[in-house]
């Protein structure tokens, strides 16, 4: 398990710019985005299985906020502590988070109705709250890229069908909670098999960090 690995001496990795080692912050990083990871899949999975199984009720509609609360939150602290080579990538995942997040703050203030019905009502609305999403699939196309995990190869494809479906109008209800549940219980299985994953391919290959935050200070 992920907890496991707060060990050992240091060890010695051949990168391809150089040697180096992995410290225990290093670790500490990539368990907190694991953590983070498992936090937003269990809301957002709670969240489907809710509406799925119980329908658009008062109860089950209130019960999405804090739920989404939780996965934008848990989804933020894994995009800080992700290893990503590209910088710039990184801060544009960081980016989307953000309006995504913010813009689910203004619409959850400013509506009248409870957020999960308003979205689904204005489709329009995923111009700006959709960046979330939008986030959480950089990660499964990072995830699928480095480690040719099948459920995020899904994952990448199922998350912008579902979600551009519906802001074009073009799904039928039955198709759009086929993708839910899907997009549901494959988060589920991403998650719990990267929690079994060792922790230094997560971490990746510390000397390109380095050339290329070098090679960025020297442009500039």
Known sequence: MTVQVLDSQPTIYHGQYG??????????????????????????????ILILWQGPTNHTLQ??????????????I????IHIYLASLHKLLKVFWLIGTISG????????QPLALFVYNNPLTLFGIGFIFVALTGIYFKEAFCFNRLETKFLTFIVPTLLLGHLIGILS?????????????LF???????????????IGDKS???YLKQQTQSSQ
């Open 19 to 48: 040697d180096f080692t992995i410290t225990q912050g290093d670790r500490q990083e990539v368990i907190i985005y694991r953590l983070g990871l498992l936090m937003a899949a269990l809301s957002f999975t709670a969240g489907s």
């Open 63 to 76: 019960v999405l906020t804090p739920l989404a609360a939780i996965f934008a939150l848990s989804l933020g």
């Open 78 to 81: 894994s995009l800080l502590n």
């Open 105 to 112: 703050v203004i619409l959850t203030l400013n509506s009248e």
């Open 173 to 185: 209800l039955n198709v759009e909670q086929f993708l839910l549940s899907s997009w549901a219980l």
């Open 188 to 202: 589920i299985i991403f998650v719990f098999r990267k929690l079994i994953q060792a922790i230094p391919p997560d």
């Open 208 to 210: 390109v960090f380095a």
